[in-house]
């Protein structure tokens, strides 16, 4: 269904003005619908007024002709209506034809409270008025029913308004009605009002189509930050999620007849939590993780709405809360630029790419903060100098300078979040890569498959504390029949450590396999990890099992076994690869019958609880007699720190000799 006017009653429309215009000035007040024959006519041209209040006045029969006369649409202040007054009355006149059961009434946004009477009969009220708790509104354009019932002759209705405005706030609404006011049939009236909203808003296209960009834009980081769970990406969605929330609250503002405090106060948190936002979004691409830089914006943004907040207070005047906001905003602005400019000179590439498009952006807020501070001191600007009056577009929607520099400047935000997320992307897969590979050194370092042994139970456990760890250790049964198992721990952790353990694993591989000592393959293991040139450092412990019991046991800085729930005392030597020429000794014991022997890292006993206690040697004691599996999980819940590798070796005698 088609909504507009007719040829006819555009004519109509038109006439009605002229009518109303060409009124003697005694009877301006009164709009003769009757007379006219029109379905609609503009009823705003003059309207009488009175100050204070007083129900009385709302009565048909009231003498309002020594009332005096203002035109509702244009400021008051040149008309006689002083600025802070608080209550007053307004009174027009219809006369309606004669059968006419109801005229509707179409009112535009009145940014006060009032109640609208119609023959000594209430209407409507919006907002809330004296004598009880009172506030001022959002207001927006709405339509009423007046009862006519005129009956076979004409009948003129006395409408009334009760107006109210918040003393705190007086003087800074001039006009009684922002737009036209219409009266008429039914009908029409409802054609002329959907046919407003429809232009309205198709002139908000432009808005519209900002917070649309605003939205995608936003739910793009929103997924980049899913993908990614980089905070970078999460405060740049949570600066335009807010953003574009604006939009929502000033639509339901004034459709909901939100109070003008709460409606102040919402935008006031909301432009809040918006800048700070974008203060950790900057501040998170130029130095990652680091949040003391973003405490000055964060400052200022506060300051910033604290002005506003003193206004709503009567603590300061209007124009010295303009001052405040635009002194601070533009100071938070410039300061976000700094550091976006000494990232770039720093070699930070996201310092460079985010300087432009921002900059783009805060010129433009900036200097529509100026343009409101200078208003405020009654220095007036050209409005076609102002961004939001420079028109790049007039079809099918205006689009000013102003959305257009808002749009590049999003836009060129969200390549600069594809770019990142592109260049992340290729390093994680470069990671990943390196992750695989280190994956597959650790399998060498601590063997998943254990060979099989006879009745000798075996068990290895092995919890890293990264992703790869410099824990290792190797159980390899040696052509005499003996069985070689050797334990250690790499300085340091992640892959580097993991590099230096893969080195001494293939050492030691190859030395199981000569037959040589525990002490002998310590010194040999010594000399290859000096010829590595690696900075760290490696603890080691070797032991023989031979197929009769007996251990042969050699230590370089490893901490000892444990023996049926005891620590064997063994001579701790120097740790791998340090010093050339060391030698180290060897100690020998045959095993019990039957025997548990545990061998571990210093992950166990290094285990640090929330509250900074060590697990210790005490507690690693106790529980050396558990499954290995059992040993790795108590130390990790605990409290890992460091890798945790657990050996158990369950004997009785003719294990080996089984195999």
């Known amino acids: 269904m088609r909504i507009g006017f007719s040829r006819s009653q555009i004519f109509a429309l038109f006439g009605a003005v002229l009518f109303t215009a060409c ?13 006219s024959r029109l379905p609609i006519a503009q009823v705003d041209s003059i309207w009488r007024f009175h100050l204070g209040d007083d129900q009385q006045w709302s009565r048909p029969d009231l003498d309002d002709s020594n009332w005096p006369t203002l035109q509702p649409t244009q400021e008051w202040t040149t008309q006689g209506y002083p600025a802070k007054t608080e209550l007053a009355w307004f009174r027009f006149h219809l006369r309606a034809p004669a059968h006419t059961q109801s005229l509707v009434l179409e009112l535009p946004a009145i940014e006060k409270s009032y109640q609208l009477f119609s023959n000594d009969q209430l209407i409507a009220q919006v907002g809330t008025l004296p004598p009880g708790p009172a506030h001022n509104v959002i207001g927006a354009a709405r339509v009423f029913t ?40 039914p009908d029409a009236v409802l054609n ?14 432009g808005r519209y189509t900002v917070d649309l960009i605003i939205l995608i834009v936003g739910a793009a980081a929103a997924l980049l930050f899913w993908l990614t769970r980089e905070r970078f990406y999460i405060w740049f969605a949570c600066y335009l999620v807010f953003e574009a929330a604006f939009l929502v609250v000033d639509l339901a503002a004034p459709h909901q007849a939100w109070s003008f405090y709460l409606y102040t106060y919402f935008e006031i948190l909301l432009d809040l939590i918006d800048g700070i936002a974008l203060t950790l979004f900057i501040v998170d691409a130029i130095r990652p993780g680091k949040w003391k830089p973003a405490i000055a914006p964060i400052a200022l943004n506060v300051f910033a709405e604290l002005s506003i907040i003193l206004v709503l207070k009567s603590y300061i005047g209007v124009k010295w809360g303009d001052l405040g906001y635009c002194i601070a905003g533009t100071t938070m602005h410039l300061m976000l630029a700094w550091y976006l400019i000494r990232g770039w000179r720093a070699g930070n590439l996201y310092g460079k790419l985010l300087f432009f498009p921002f900059a783009i952006d805060g010129v433009i807020l900036v200097y529509s903060n100026i343009s409101y501070v200078l208003r405020d001191l009654g220095i007036s600007l050209d409005r076609r100098f102002l ?36 260049r992340t992307s290729r390093e994680q897969q470069r990671l990943s890569a390196a992750l695989r590979a280190a994956h597959d050194i650790q399998n060498r370092l601590v063997p998943v498959d254990i060979p099989a042994l006879g009745g000798l139970k075996t068990e290895i456990a092995y919890r890293a504390a990264e992703e790869v760890g410099g824990d290792f250790c190797q159980i390899l049964p040696r052509p005499d029949g003996s069985i070689f198992v050797a334990i250690g721990d790499v300085s340091g952790k992640g892959l580097q450590a993991a590099m230096l353990g893969a080195v001494a694993v293939g050492a030691l591989r190859s030395l199981a396999d000569e037959e040589i000592g525990p002490a002998a393959a310590l010194e040999r293991l010594n000399h290859v990890l000096l010829r590595t040139e690696n900075s760290g450092f490696v603890t080691c412990l070797c032991l023989v099992l031979t197929p009769d019991g007996e251990i042969i046991l050699a230590n370089a800085g490893h901490l000892g076994p444990y023996l049926n729930g005891s620590e064997i005392p063994v001579e701790a030597g120097l740790p791998l690869g340090i010093l050339a020429g060391i030698t180290y000794g060897q100690s020998t014991f045959t095993l019990p019958a039957r025997a548990r022997l545990t061998l571990l890292s210093d992950g166990v006993v290094e285990a640090r609880s929330r509250t900074g206690e060590l697990f210790g040697f005490d507690r690693t004691s106790e529980i050396s007699q558990l499954p290995a599996s059992e040993i790795a999980t108590i130390a990790h819940q605990f409290g890992q720190e460091d890798d945790i590798t657990v050996i158990t070796l369950g004997w009785h005698a003719g294990a080996v000799a089984a195999v």
């Open 192 to 205: 002329q009002f959907a046919t407003t909203k429809a232009a309205n808003l198709l002139a908000e296209g």
């Open 23 to 35: 009124l003697p000035a005694a009877r301006a007040q009164s709009f003769d619908l009757d007379a």
């Open 387 to 422: 961004p939001t009056h420079i028109l790049v577009l007039r079809e099918p929607f205006e689009i000013n300078f102003e959305q257009l520099g808002r749009v590049v400047s999003l836009l060129s935000m969200l390549a600069v979040l594809v770019y990142r997320f592109a």
């Open 146 to 185: 007046l009862p006519v019932n005129s009956g076979s002759g004409a009948k003129e209705i006395t409408v009334a308004l009760r107006i109210w405005q918040d003393p705190t706030v007086a003087g800074t609404r001039n006009s009684v009605i922002d737009g036209n006011a219409y009266a008429g049939t």
